[in-house]
């Protein structure tokens, strides 16, 4: 997944962003201003110069002089001390409280196609507001957005957008959908929540692209908003998740049967990277798992990997790996399976589990062809699993 962020600050980065909350005069201003112009620095983010600071949800104050804290978003459960970050470097301590760095605080915005995110099952064809603040709670050493997931918002370049004024971009450039991406939306959970219950009232679908390393309370709040949820499944071993993410696999699956539980449309990424996780018995596991526990309209993405972060030394997916790994799942009664990061490939078309004949004809993120009719197949009349329409 590649993120066009405000760093780069070109008119690429969503002209209808900026032009939706600021007049013509004022987005020539900033649009010739150098890029660092707009960092906001650590007095700024922490609640001088009149951006307001956001309490964090979901922690506790510990019964010590030293005013430690408790964090119970994610299943770190990290202990910080005064004046410190916790692990994904976007929640501080700051005199006994907890404070969320990246509310209202976005690193990388962009308008995207829906297919990019990746969802295959939701409403083809149309685009989705993205965006993100810095930070993550995990150390995976192939990350492809490392240059802000791997970062504090106190370190990265930010256009300070209130939730209301995401929305109204987001309106205003036609969007069907808000997209949480790009980094762990986790880290920016309070800033995520309060723009989707905004864009809920709107009658604008919530999505979100998420490594699902997040404790239940702060999920199940979540999904009274969210519509579609992508989970990177990295791996279905314990010692992959430890040796190159620095987690754990078990609540990455507890995350996604609870979305699945709470109505929610789950998609899921398997990134395979040759040598680490691309085993057909891990893969033959890991589609077992998703029939049985979410069940098996659950699309399946099975991504090409490309050398990136730490594992530069790794050479790309052969294709014929995918094809391997998709004709498992397809074996083990998953309905729809595709294969990632290889444009024009027959495996990112989808096709009616019930009389098998193509549906949607795609090349990368463009759809070529959609005969999906009210969420039918317009060949047998079965039901296509996904969301088709708001």
Known sequence: MQFPALVHLSAKV?????????????????AFLTPFALRLDADEILGKNGIPLKEALYYQRLKDKQKKLWCQLCPRGCIISNGELGFCRARKNIDGKLYALGYAQPCAVHIDPIEKKPFFNVLPKTLSFSFASAGCNLRCKFCQNWQISQASPLETVNKHSPPQDIVNAALKSGSRSIAYTYTEPTNFFEYMLDVAK??????????QH????????PLKELCQYLDAVNID???????FYTKLCEAELGPVLETIKTLKAS?????????????HNDDLDMIRKMCAWVKTSVGADVPVHFSRFYPMYKL?????????TLEKARDTALANGLQYVYIGNVPGHPGENTYCPHCKKMIIRRSGYNILENLVKNGKCPFCNGKIGGIWAV
């Open 14 to 30: 969503v002209y209808f962003y900026i032009e939706a909350m600021m007049n013509r005069r004022q987005f020539l201003k900033i």
């Open 198 to 207: 905004i864009a809920k009232s709107k009658g604008i679908l919530n999505v």
């Open 210 to 217: 998420s490594n699902g390393y997040i404790s239940p309370a």
């Open 233 to 239: 499944l990295k791996g279905f071993s314990k010692s």
């Open 263 to 275: 109505n929610v449309w789950v998609e899921i990424t398997n990134l395979v990277i040759p040598g």
């Open 312 to 320: 530069t030394g790794v050479s790309p997916t052969p294709v014929s």
